[in-house]
């Protein structure tokens, strides 16, 4: 059976998607242990569709009633079965503001950052909604205060890494979002790749750290004078296998809009230098 515990209130669900390497699945969860909200309906594949309906259909057999989708943000592997599962099962959708205004499906209710979902149970769980920009604008977070999990959709992943890619993304919102949650104390991370991640403030740090490294390379790269993306590209990721550069290239230019949106650094024609002071 795919389905799995994870937690007394908390399923989880991985379905196949067009997900980057090396994770080939987004996970899915029911959280409660009576009323439930199934998170990421993320699948575009018509099989893997099914067993996500049977699988949602299945959750009042052990006494769990679905009320809603919630929607962590709009990436296709997040959303790609929004429409269609939101339809067959009835189920509203739920996201952020910033989430529904890329969505083609409608948002029934938009979650804002400090927004409870209570949900009835032997005790009533309240998960806590915390709105965490950086990977996408719209991205949410939903903590669960009593239990100390945290379900961080793409903030963290224990198989492979988050990228940030300008436009989308903001490096420096993102960095800030994860030192917020590893303020959380939370025991376990519930992330939409691989499996769930304990001790996760650690891995949170971890994240910071590896970024700020990498920001380190781009301006001790620039000190020498002004470069463009693809001289500082072989530099700052030396350490990376050149097959993986062209999704290094976008985190690069993410580390670089956030130097510039800092008035640490300035590009002119693709050309970036370092601004004193």
């Not at 795919?2 to 987004?26: E, G, I, K």
């Not at 205004?101 to 909604?129: F, K, Q, Y």
């Amino acid at each position: 059976m795919r389905p799995r515990d994870v937690l007394s209130h908390v399923q989880m669900f991985p379905a196949r998607t067009p997900t980057l390497p090396p994770a080939t699945h987004t996970n899915s969860y029911a959280l409660g242990s009576r009323e439930v909200v199934l998170v990421e309906p993320a699948t575009p594949y018509e099989d893997e569709r099914r067993a996500w309906v049977e699988w949602a259909r299945a959750l009042p057999s052990s006494g769990r009633t679905p009320l809603a989708i919630v929607v962590t943000h709009h990436h296709v592997d997040h959303v790609g079965g929004a429409e269609f599962l939101s339809r067959e099962l009835g189920l509203p959708l739920w996201a952020h503001a910033e989430t529904s205004s890329r969505l083609d499906a409608p948002v029934a209710r938009e979650l804002a950052d400090g927004d409870d979902i209570p949900l009835r149970g032997p005790e009533t769980d309240v998960w806590r909604v915390l709105h965490t920009p950086g990977h996408a604008p719209g991205h949410i977070c939903l903590h669960h205060a009593t239990s100390g999990s945290v379900l961080v959709g793409d903030m963290v992943a224990s198989v492979g890494t988050i990228l940030i890619a300008p436009g989308d993304g903001d490096m420096g919102a993102y960095l800030e979002q994860l030192e917020r949650l590893a303020g959380l104390g939370a025991s376990v991370a519930l992330p939409a790749h691989g499996d769930p991640i304990e001790s996760p403030a650690a891995l949170f740090r971890h994240y910071i750290r590896h970024r700020t490294m990498r920001e380190d390379k781009i301006v001790a790269a620039l000190e020498g004078g002004a470069r463009s993306a693809s001289e500082l590209l072989p530099v700052v990721y030396a350490d990376t296998p050149a097959h993986l550069w062209p999704i290094a290239a976008l985190s690069l230019q993410a580390h670089l809009d956030k130097l510039c949106g800092e008035g640490r650094a300035a590009a002119r024609e693709n050309v970036y230098r370092l601004l004193s002071g």
